[in-house]
């Protein structure tokens, strides 16, 4: 995973230092960290996260993540202050708005004002081109639905399980050209579940660096259950 700061360095060079643009403004939608763990873990599960006995289940991944590789990408990108700070310093605290994505669940519609507001655009638009919106939708009660993959994908994983990664060029014929346009859904992971010893070392992460956070943009972020 990139480094997070390495992304608004990125865009501050592509937006900012080009010229093309008098000014940018942006937008930073946060998650609860725990909630954001599971989804992030799902939506890569079959590209990466089930090839791995350290990252296979939701337990080890946790396991590896938060005690046996803490300079980790995934866990880093989780210290919202210090994201938005680096993006404050580049393209000044007036040109950033933080979003609480727990805002959105709970209002959509108060959600969007504040997100026109800051761009200086007609929120009743915004709302009616937003209705009856739910794509991508990954959680619900039953758990979290993981990466969907094509049949080449899906077969290849297997293929080289059982017969190695020796080619048998068939990456060239008409039928695998029509494999890769056939998806199959990804399955619903259920077993997402964060032990006693996992919890405490995500509040001793991330609750200061969301009170700072909370404290700054007054997002109340206390009342959604964030490490506070």
């Known amino acids: 995973m990139v480094e997070p700061n390495s992304i608004a360095r990125k865009l501050h060079i592509a937006f900012s230092q080009t010229g093309v643009f008098d000014t940018v403004k942006i937008l930073v939608a946060i998650r609860r960290q725990d909630e954001m763990l599971k989804s992030m873990y799902a939506q890569v599960y079959n590209l990466v996260f089930k090839k791995f006995s350290m990252t296979s289940t939701f337990r080890t991944f946790l396991s590896y993540s938060l005690f046996e590789n803490e300079k980790g990408g995934i866990i880093d990108s989780l210290f919202y202050n210090d994201v938005v700070m680096e993006y404050e310093k580049l393209f000044g605290e007036k040109n950033i708005c933080v979003l609480v994505f727990e805002d959105l669940k709970e209002d959509s519609g108060k959600y969007i004002k504040k997100?026109?507001?800051f761009m200086g655009i007609d929120s009743a638009s915004a709302i009616e081109l937003i209705k009856n919106k739910h794509a991508n939708k990954r959680s619900s009660a039953s758990g979290y639905k993981s990466d969907e993959r094509n049949l080449v994908e899906l077969l290849s994983y297997y293929k080289n399980?059982?017969?190695?990664?020796?080619s048998y060029g068939f990456s060239?014929?008409?039928i695998f050209k029509m494999l890769e346009k056939i998806y199959v859904p990804g399955k619903t992971l259920k077993d997402l579940k964060i032990d006693m010893d996992a919890e405490v070392k995500l509040r001793?992460?991330?609750?200061e660096s969301n009170r700072a956070l909370s404290e700054r943009y007054n997002l109340n972020l206390k009342k959604y259950g964030y490490y506070y």
Not at 161 to 166: D, E, P
Not at 204 to 207: F, P, R
């Open 161 to 166: 399980i059982f017969f190695g990664s020796r």
């Open 115 to 117: 997100v026109c507001a």
């Open 204 to 207: 001793g992460l991330y609750a």
């Open 172 to 174: 060239k014929s008409r």
